[in-house]
């Protein structure tokens, strides 16, 4: 069965979603929709950019990854559709696609299923759903869209290392209020050298060691570990670290190694 996702800053409050899933199934009844998350906070790419790129890897091969941030109309947006690691994805060329992928799109195509742009009122619909819904039955790029080379770029933080020290920031608070940073497993592993560390943020906050699991601590304690995402996370075992430990969104933590 086809699978098309569904990741929009569209909420659940309006008629906007409902819409978008209508004009689906009125294409291709037999599909199944997945919802990714509608609840990104408007036009962040950002955080869509990470949502998404931590959830499509667990979906089978040849499932269409719809992007609804920031796709309205304006005279030098563009749409694009493209595959990558045999998934394909659509949206809007706004910078998005070079915050979820680490290499170059397999394949990449400016979409030229455009109507009268008088009537272009919500181009989600208008022309991403008609894209997605080619794509999931099993239609070729380049039977709706121009080939491309390259895609909007867009730089995120990264974290900067100075000799024993690195310096990142929150990019993520989840639902549970779990603080997720820029800095990654891989990157930790490699400045770490198996030295002992002291993690230090709000000042006086600091943590020393990595724990497997949320539970490994007793309820209410502070702890950090790489969670699903392979970020470093900063966690409180049944509470809600983002409120209790006063940690938000592009706010510095410092991880230090010890000789």
Sequence with gaps: ????????????KDFYQAALKGSILNILPSVNI????????????????FVLKNAYI????????????????????????????????????????SLLF?????????????????FLHFPLVDILVKAAVHLAKGG???EIGIPADDIEQRMLLHPVIERDIIRGSVIFIDRFSNVITNITKD????V??????????????????????????????????FGISN????????????????LHLNDIVRVEFHP
């Design 187 to 190: 990157l930790f592993t490699k």
């Design 192 to 225: 770490q050298r198996n030295r002992d560390f002291t993690l230090y943020f709000r000042k006086s906050e600091t943590i020393t060691q990595l724990s497997w699991h949320y539970n490994e601590v007793p309820e209410g304690e502070k702890l950090c570990l």
């Design 34 to 49: 997945i919802d990714i998350t509608h609840e990104v906070p408007a036009f962040n790419i950002s955080y869509a950019a």
């Design 58 to 97: 667990y979906f089978p091969k040849n499932t269409v990854h719809l992007i609804g941030i920031d796709s309205v109309f304006n005279e030098n947006t563009k749409y694009i559709a493209l595959r990558y690691k045999d998934h394909y994805f659509v949206g809007a060329d706004n910078g998005i696609f």
């Design 231 to 246: 970020h470093l996370e900063i966690a409180i075992n049944k509470g809600k670290a983002s409120g209790l430990l006063g």
């Design 140 to 142: 070729r790029l380049k």
């Design 1 to 12: 069965m086809a699978i098309i996702t569904l990741t929009t800053d569209l909420g659940s």
């Design 102 to 118: 680490e290499d170059k799109p397999d394949e990449l195509v400016e979409l030229n299923i455009m109507q009268d742009l008088k």
